[in-house]
């Protein structure tokens, strides 16, 4: 059913809350009240797993969004109950009007929004972060797949390896809430998944270990894949410690662990072995304008195009809640590993036009 009436702060609170959590809810009744918005393909690194071996071809620039199309829209989704935002790429930083979108997008805590988070390489990110807490950016994640310099060199396939190690503990020290995220490669990174563990002892930062995922051109092959419990086990058996869940929330992707006397945690991101979406309630705005309502749906759909046919803010509202009727109850409909692994790679977006 298409939601005939959009958020108005003159609603009184109870009708206002009622009609968000109708504007959002899919039919498997999962409420999305958490945006990822891309805001730039653009990338200073080449990591093997997110960008094609020989690159992609960049959407023109007047088919992405601008500026203003990408604010107006989230506002439309905050007004629709979305609390938190996080900013992906491609590289964010790279985006020359970053500090203005970032700008805009805070003073949307006046409207409702309760987290405005950024996930980096941390290429650019030390000498971003006095923007990044000036502007109500709290919660960072670091993508970093190795430990080890040269390593670096060749999964990002440029060099930075010592800045983005600067910009984990800088980050740490302005005190930002801190996430590293590292996908797990058998023969890759696997063996360093307790070095990376070994973190979150004397900081209280999250160490997260994703499962090795399909997308268009990154060539993924399942002797790669190291199953989420494996690297829970390489992990209590290098440190010669035992790990205790830790209480989580609806939404959550990350199994969370920890263990005594440590400062931090660790998490599993276990896409591929134990899905979890049950809870989901993430949506995606890409940067071409397209939604996508999930990480492995490759049925995009445009919000641009709506604004520049003139549509008001209660029609895009409703386009929305349309679309978020469409989504599938798990990974866009794949019944099986192995049909999600062949629909991703023939046919969803490389990880760098989608943002994570």
Same mark, same amino acid.
């Given at each position: 059913?298409?939601?005939?009436?959009?958020?108005?702060?003159?609603?009184?609170?109870?009708?206002?809350?009622?009609?968000?959590?109708?504007? =959002?809810?899919?039919?498997?009744?999962?409420?999305?009240?958490?945006?990822?918005?891309?805001?730039? $393909?653009?990338?200073?690194?080449?990591?093997?797993?997110?960008?094609?071996?020989?690159?992609?071809?960049?959407?023109?620039?007047?088919?992405l969004m601008s500026t203003d199309e990408m604010l107006r829209l989230a506002k439309v989704f905050t007004n629709m109950g979305v609390k938190k935002?996080? =900013?992906?790429?491609? $590289?964010?930083?790279?985006?020359?009007?970053?500090?203005?979108?970032?700008?805009? =997008?805070?003073?949307?805590?006046?409207?409702?929004? $309760?987290?405005?988070?950024?996930?980096?390489?941390?290429?650019?990110?030390?000498?971003?972060?006095?923007?990044?807490?000036?502007?109500?950016?709290?919660?960072?994640?670091?993508?970093?797949?190795?430990?080890?310099?040269?390593?670096?060199?060749?999964?990002?396939?440029?060099?930075?390896?010592?800045?983005?190690?600067?910009?984990?503990?800088?980050?740490?020290?302005?005190?930002?809430?801190?996430?590293?995220?590292?996908?797990?490669?058998?023969?890759?990174?696997?063996?360093?998944?307790?070095?990376?563990?070994?973190?979150?002892?004397n900081s209280p930062i999250e160490v997260r270990f994703i499962e090795y995922m399909p997308f268009g051109g990154n060539e993924w092959n399942e002797?790669?894949?190291?199953?989420?419990?494996?690297?829970?086990?390489?992990?209590?058996?290098?440190?010669?410690?035992?790990?205790?869940?830790?209480?989580?929330? /609806?939404?959550?992707?990350?199994?969370?662990?920890?263990?005594?006397?440590?400062?931090?945690?660790?998490?599993?991101?276990?896409?591929?072995?134990?899905?979890?979406?049950?809870?989901?309630?993430?949506?995606? =705005?890409?940067?071409?304008?397209?939604?996508?309502?999930?990480?492995?749906?490759?049925?995009?759909?445009?919000?641009?195009?709506?604004?520049?046919?003139?549509?008001?803010?209660?029609? /895009?509202?409703?386009?929305?809640?349309?679309?978020?009727?469409?989504?599938?109850?798990?990974?866009?409909?794949?019944?099986?590993?192995?049909?999600?692994?062949?629909?991703?790679?023939?046919?969803?977006?490389?990880?760098?036009?989608?943002?994570?």
């Amino acid at each position: 059913a298409t939601v005939s009436v959009l958020y108005c702060p003159s609603l009184p609170m109870a009708l206002r809350f009622g009609l968000q959590k109708r504007c =959002l809810t899919d039919t498997f009744n999962r409420f999305h009240d958490y945006l990822r918005i891309s805001i730039t $393909e653009r990338c200073n690194l080449r990591c093997q797993y997110c960008m094609p071996k020989n690159g992609i071809e960049l959407t023109p620039q007047e088919d992405l969004m601008s500026t203003d199309e990408m604010l107006r829209l989230a506002k439309v989704f905050t007004n629709m109950g979305v609390k938190k935002i996080r =900013l992906t790429g491609g $590289e964010p930083l790279v985006r020359p009007d970053f500090e203005f979108i970032a700008v805009q =997008l805070g003073l949307l805590k006046e409207m409702g929004l $309760e987290k405005l988070c950024i996930t980096t390489n941390g290429i650019n990110l030390s000498k971003k972060l006095p923007i990044l807490k000036n502007n109500h950016i709290t919660n960072i994640n670091i993508s970093l797949d190795t430990l080890i310099d040269y390593k670096f060199d060749i999964i990002t396939r440029r060099t930075g390896h010592k800045r983005v190690l600067q910009a984990i503990q800088d980050s740490i020290d302005i005190g930002m809430s801190t996430k590293i995220n590292c996908v797990v490669m058998r023969g890759v990174n696997d063996e360093e998944v307790a070095n990376f563990a070994e973190m979150a002892i004397n900081s209280p930062i999250e160490v997260r270990f994703i499962e090795y995922m399909p997308f268009g051109g990154n060539e993924w092959n399942e002797d790669l894949l190291v199953p989420w419990m494996e690297t829970f086990d390489s992990i209590e058996n290098g440190l010669s410690c035992k790990l205790s869940p830790l209480p989580g929330k /609806v939404g959550d992707v990350s199994k969370r662990y920890s263990a005594p006397g440590w400062a931090g945690s660790v998490g599993f991101i276990t896409t591929m072995t134990t899905q979890f979406c049950g809870t989901c309630n993430r949506l995606r =705005l890409l940067a071409d304008g397209q939604l996508k309502v999930c990480l492995f749906d490759s049925n995009d759909r445009s919000l641009t195009q709506l604004l520049r046919d003139g549509a008001t803010d209660r029609e /895009v509202a409703e386009r929305i809640s349309d679309i978020v009727l469409t989504k599938y109850e798990r990974h866009g409909g794949s019944e099986t590993v192995k049909s999600l692994v062949t629909n991703s790679l023939e046919f969803n977006r490389p990880m760098i036009k989608i943002g994570g």
